[in-house]
T-cell receptor, first 116, second 110 residues
């Protein structure tokens, strides 16, 4: 158990809809990052939040957005869903290291999104 | 681009045999490096990490990895594989964000 919980665990949406995924960080961690893992591939970095502000982003379009709350929990929002958005979405919490790198990440078990 | 590469997509090994998974990195400075394991239906679990110092790193479940700057490598090893080691293994590099390798699937045969 990592102490990182994600909800929902599974969901099905149709093209064009919007989805919100939620993540509760491990206690004491101030950084949360989100990853998309398509079937048979490694996780791809979406973005990272530190103290409620985005401080890093991967190659994802603006329709992927997020929030981090004062209690360090987080949301991932995806608008105008496309079929290719079907994937496992992973949330990870960590503490930012001196020098800017992220220390050990603790992952949740993910939210599996299917877009029809 | 700064990244990690796992050259082997799939490895099959007999139970009790040794295992080595390759990872190469391309970063200007020494990155933070990790190995994670993902078992079917389970989340990603950290096996070990390298930040600095001793280049031979011990992890959980009997795994170890060696950081070799001259070869830009961070290979994962286990002397004797158990059937429960069948999983997907990811080498991960981190400067300001995590970059996952494509993963290596390990199959263990009896």
């Amino acid at each position: 158990e990592t102490g990182v919980t994600q909800s929902p665990t599974h969901l099905i949406k149709t093209r064009g809809q919007q989805v919100t995924l939620r993540c509760s960080s491990q206690s004491g961690h101030n950084t949360v990052s989100w990853y998309q893992q398509a079937l048979g591939q490694g996780p791809q970095f979406i973005f990272q939040y530190y103290r409620e502000e985005e401080n890093g982003r991967g190659n994802f379009p603006p329709r992927f957005s997020g929030l981090q709350f004062p209690n360090y929990s987080s949301e991932l929002n995806v608008n105008a869903l496309e079929l290719d958005d079907s994937a496992l979405y992973l949330c990870a919490s960590s503490s930012l290291l001196q020098g800017g790198g992220t220390g050990e990440l603790f992952f949740g078990e993910g939210s599996r999104l299917t877009v029809l | 681009a700064q990244s990690v590469t796992q050259p082997d997509i799939h490895i099959t090994v007999s139970e009790g045999a040794s295992l080595e998974l390759r990872c190469n990195y391309s970063y200007g400075a020494t990155p933070y490096l990790f190995w994670y394991v993902q078992s079917p239906g389970q989340g990603l679990q950290l096996l070990l990490k390298y930040f600095s110092g001793d280049t031979l790193v011990q992890g959980i479940k009997g795994f170890e990895a060696e950081f070799k700057r001259s070869q830009s490598s961070f290979n994962l090893r286990k002397p004797s594989v158990h059937w429960s080691d069948a999983a997907e293994y990811f080498c991960v590099g981190n400067d300001y964000k995590l970059s996952f390798g494509a993963g290596t699937t390990v199959t263990v045969r009896a």
